[in-house]
């Protein structure tokens, strides 16, 4: 496929089958991420560490820690084995992390192989969240529509699901193993039935992908040059800043609710609720919207709106109030990660390690972001802290300008705000 070909030669139909094998791909990686978090008071009792969040919190580090690593190392296999083997390998390795987890949990009782397992699970999870995105929008291109909103959306959806099947199986009484071992068996029959659908040619628009003969050096070489082009440096703004306020949301506002505006913890759970709700709405109608007012304007207005909202989250008053907010900030974040993705992946040569590069950057957001809140929060006040997400979100919408579509390529769609 050719960023340079927006009018495909294959059928609608081949198109939409690839198109949906593409957000069956997303619901996988977000049904096997929340499966794990669903199940942890589960393994932590099963490991008997008993109220201690820091040894739970260096478990969680190590699987942040493989998805960075499956984050860098995603591109160079993307290029040497293309999609096919690239993505049904990453779920593959996601499901054998999924039931190391679990039998360490319940079975044999180790820290190591739960700490083992996690690190297999955000490795492949990292490996496989960049190759989808570049085959999310080589379909997209193909297609001529803005589709990433909506593969996004589709994460989330595999997250809802993945945490309501946890606690339906955590309410029942089933053991963490057998839970997690159902969800991995899912997860590897899925993507290779899913896979089909996907198109065999390594051609993803990477100048290196039809030279396999270049060598190891040389294109790392060319991985890494990728940094040096400032596009790509303020695209990575935009979604530090988006990536940033999302993972800051997950992570306190519930507590920020309970403990800066003085509410009850169901009270905070149902605001946190209000904000994924807005998010996922957000990502599903955000689609027709850049087709219609181009990425540049929909990343200023949503940036805007975020920030609006944080800012009246933050200054607080009546409950209503406060939900107000919690909604404008889950709309304001809800196309920065997704858009970014897209504007990385267009009007340029080597799409897959420009992909990899700003979704390190927003990875690095989601796991250095929630413990700079803490920090900042025990010193200043969380609610408080929260102004440093407020500056970021600004940063991004100073930064829109630079996912505006590239001249060098046709864009999926058209931007009447360039």
Not at 217 to 222: A, E, L, T
Request: glycine share 14%.
């Amino acid at each position: 496929m050719s960023q340079t070909t927006p009018t495909s030669t294959r059928s609608r139909r081949e198109l939409l089958a690839w198109r949906n094998a593409v957000f069956v791909i997303f619901i996988l990686s977000g049904l096997s991420l929340a499966s794990w978090v669903a199940r942890i008071p589960g393994v932590r009792d099963g490991l008997e560490l008993g109220k201690d969040p820091s040894a739970v919190g260096l478990l969680i580090l190590g699987m942040s820690i493989g998805a960075i690593v499956g984050l860098a190392a995603s591109s160079p296999i993307l290029i040497r084995f293309g999609p096919h083997k690239g993505m049904v390998a990453g779920l593959f390795i996601v499901s054998v992390g999924l039931v190391l987890v679990g039998v360490g949990a319940s079975v044999a009782h180790s820290v190591p192989v739960v700490a083992i397992g996690l690190i297999l699970l955000g490795f492949g999870n990292g490996m496989v969240d960049v190759m989808m995105n570049v085959e999310g929008t080589a379909v997209e291109r193909e297609i001529g529509k803005t589709l990433m909103p909506l593969m996004h959306a589709c994460f989330s959806l595999g997250t809802v699901i993945g945490a309501g099947v946890g606690a339906a199986a955590a309410a029942l009484g089933i053991d963490v193993s057998w839970h997690l071992a159902v969800i991995a068996v899912v997860v590897a029959v899925s993507i290779v039935i899913a896979v089909r659908y996907v198109p065999r040619e390594a051609d993803l628009g990477d100048e290196v992908a039809e030279k396999p003969a270049v060598p190891f050096r040389q294109r790392m070489r060319d991985g890494l040059a990728v940094w040096a082009d400032w596009r790509l440096i303020l695209i990575g703004v935009v979604m530090l800043g988006m990536a940033f306020g999302e993972g800051s949301a997950n992570d306190w506002i519930s507590l920020a609710v309970v403990d800066g505006h003085d509410q009850s913890n169901s009270t905070g759970a149902l605001v946190f609720g209000f904000f994924v709700a807005a998010m996922t709405l957000g990502r599903v109608l955000g689609g027709p919207i850049v087709d219609r007012i181009g990425r540049v304007l929909a990343i200023r207005i949503t940036a805007g709106l975020g920030a609006a909202g944080l800012l009246i989250f933050i200054l607080g008053g009546p409950l209503w109030l406060v939900v107000i907010g919690t909604v404008l900030w889950g709309f304001g974040v809800s196309l920065g990660f997704p858009l970014g993705m897209s504007a990385a992946a267009d009007g340029a040569a080597n799409p897959a390690a420009r992909v990899s590069a700003v979704a390190i950057i927003g990875y690095c957001a989601f796991l250095v972001g929630p413990p700079v809140i803490g920090f900042l929060g025990k010193e200043f006040g969380l609610l408080n802290a929260l102004y440093l997400v407020l500056v970021l979100l600004v940063a991004a919408f100073v930064a829109a300008g630079a996912v505006r579509p590239s001249t060098t390529a046709a864009p999926a769609a058209a931007d009447p705000a360039a």
